[in-house]
């Protein structure tokens, strides 16, 4: 979770109020935060990243009012400033507003700073989805133009640069075009915002003009905000202006321009959710009356009227994850105090119990672990090369991870004998023979089917030995499926990854339930082991289905 820095005296200057440690202790993980490191006037505080409207001193401040029954409503001016909004394939999508007669400070400055890189991190998606720029508004020459240029061709001086650079040379040499100059490489026009003046004031979501550059001197800041995700680009402004009004700032309004028509930002009106008195109760078990209601909802900054035991609740501009009445009830909770709810057992039927695929896997490893099989444990992601190559399989339409981390963990496992090879391959220094096995689950894809994915358990096991039998592991497993209350049949089937006529499927009615044989020594070779290495692997859900029938 994101985690932002606060200034005690910051913090309490802004609410007017003195807050002894213990207070916000108590106070703050109602709000969804918590404090994590107090040293001297700073204090660390980690935040649940639904709420992006908390990731600054203002929003903090804002919240602790709002406990208090201080309802912050936030107004807007008209100006003259407009914005036209011309077709931009890489970020569709912008917001602008001015806030005048800000009185800029280094607290100010630093809180600003910080607001803008935790939504750039979070809830921008390190700037795919929203990205903001700040701009200092007296070096501005309105009208503005958000528009899309060739990046050989138009130029800007970068913040953080002396030089004029073309927007191309950019992305190649500034710190910030290297790190986020993917999010626009594959466009081959690049977004920017033009003045009057013809002068490339912001190069989203990469990097502002050294021109419009914010300072202690600023008293008047032009805000944008541009994505590829509308709500995320409207709520980002919003959160961003109302922590300028915070401050003391005067929020004004831009008028944008688009092929569609013309629309004003910020817009912080409030929606209204209709949440029934009647559904609330039932949901919390409780008998709270609109009073009770309306009372916690203003806490949480909400405005709201009660019609015909409906409460129409409004929630703050600034917030986008009040989707359902359900969410209104949850901040009715947070602001009522969950402490307040007294423990109740549940009027059902049922009680919780585990799982029948649970208790017939704890069956799976007592019957293994008997026979002197070690458990071990895997993750369930691992890659191409494991799954495949090393195998000698053929690749298949495997789930594959869209952003992987690493080049280990890049594809769901499809079956769980290549990372026993691995582990394995890692314990060549142990005493032999080792006896190993896994239960857990594998994913295969579906092409055709409405869920693409379909998780089933299987149990995998390796038996290496210096004097390693096939028939040592196949009379383990008729005693395994004996001990089920079941005989299988061993139909011998050349698989890439067995010595040929020393692999076999088991089947169960003319039902395939598993497999097993002796490794092959190129698969053996690519995982570094040495000697003969018996392995097997059963379809879990599928005998738990026989077993059953």
């Known amino acids: 979770m994101p985690t932002i820095q606060i200034g005690y005296r910051d913090l309490c200057q802004l609410t007017g109020k003195e807050y002894e440690p213990e207070e916000l202790y108590d106070l703050l993980p109602d709000m969804k935060c918590e404090i994590e490191e107090w040293e001297g006037d700073i204090i660390t505080v980690e935040v649940t990243p639904d709420r992006p409207d908390l990731f600054s001193t203002e929003g903090v ?115 910030k075009g290297k790190d986020y100059g993917h999010l626009v490489k594959q466009y081959s026009n690049y977004p920017v915002i033009i003045d009057a003046d013809n002068h490339i004031v912001s190069f989203p979501p990469i990097i502002n003009s050294a021109q419009t550059e914010v300072t202690l001197n600023t008293t008047d800041i032009c805000i944008d905000v541009t994505g590829t995700d509308s709500t995320s680009v409207h709520t980002a402004l919003n959160i961003l202006v109302t922590a300028c009004a915070d401050r003391g700032g005067t929020i004004r309004q831009v008028t944008c ?81 969950l402490n307040t709810f007294a423990c109740t057992v549940p009027h059902i039927a049922t009680l919780g119990k585990e799982a029948p695929i649970e208790q017939f896997s704890t069956t799976i490893r007592d019957i293994w672990s008997g026979f002197g099989y070690q458990e071990i444990s895997t993750p369930l992601l691992s890659n191409a090369k494991e799954l495949y190559n090393n195998m000698n399989r ?98 011998t089937k050349n698989t890439p990854y067995y010595i040929d006529g020393r692999g076999a499927e088991l089947k169960i009615k003319d039902t395939i339930i598993g497999e097993f044989g002796e490794i092959h020594p190129q698969v053996l070779q690519r995982y570094g082991l040495t000697l003969p290495c018996i392995g097997f692997e059963l379809d879990i859900h599928t005998l738990q289905t026989l077993l059953q029938s």
């Open 61 to 175: 401040a804002r919240a602790l009012l709002a406990s208090g029954g201080e309802l912050q409503e936030y107004f807007t001016q008209e100006s003259q400033h407009t914005l036209d909004v011309e077709t931009v394939d890489a970020r569709p999508y912008i917001a602008c507003a001015e806030i005048q007669n800000l009185q800029l400070t280094t607290p100010i400055i630093k809180s600003l700073m910080q607001l803008q890189e935790t939504l750039h991190a979070t809830f921008g998606r390190q700037r795919e989805t929203m990205a903001i720029g700040l701009h200092d508004a007296s070096a501005l020459r309105w009208p503005l133009t958000y528009t899309a240029v060739e990046p050989a061709n138009a130029t800007m001086q970068p913040l953080e640069m002396d030089e004029t650079l073309a927007l191309s040379d950019i992305v190649a040499k500034h710190q």
């Open 257 to 337: 321009h688009s092929l569609d028509g013309h629309y004003m930002t910020p817009d912080l009106s409030r929606v209204t959710i209709p949440t029934n008195i009647s559904y609330i109760n039932s949901i919390l078990g409780t008998h709270l009356t609109a009073q009770h209601i309306q009372t916690a909802l203003r806490q949480m900054n909400y405005t709201s009227q009660n019609t015909n035991n409906i409460i129409n609740a409004s929630p703050p501009p600034y917030r986008s994850d009040i989707l359902h009445p359900i969410d209104v009830i949850e901040d009715c909770v947070m602001a009522y105090g």
């Open 394 to 491: 053929p690749k298949s339409n495997i789930l594959r991870i869209s952003n992987p981390v690493s080049d280990t963990y890049t594809h769901l496992r499809d079956m769980l004998l290549p990372q026993l090879l691995s582990f394995l391959s890692q314990n060549t220094h142990v005493t032999y023979p080792q006896k190993v096995y896994e239960c857990a689950d594998i994913v295969t894809h579906r092409t055709q089917a409405a869920e693409k994915s379909l998780t089933k358990r299987h149990v995998a096991g390796c038996y290496i030995a210096h004097q390693g039998d096939v028939n040592t592991v196949k009379g383990e497993l008729q005693g395994f499926y004996t001990a089920l209350g079941r005989q299988p049949q061993f139909v």
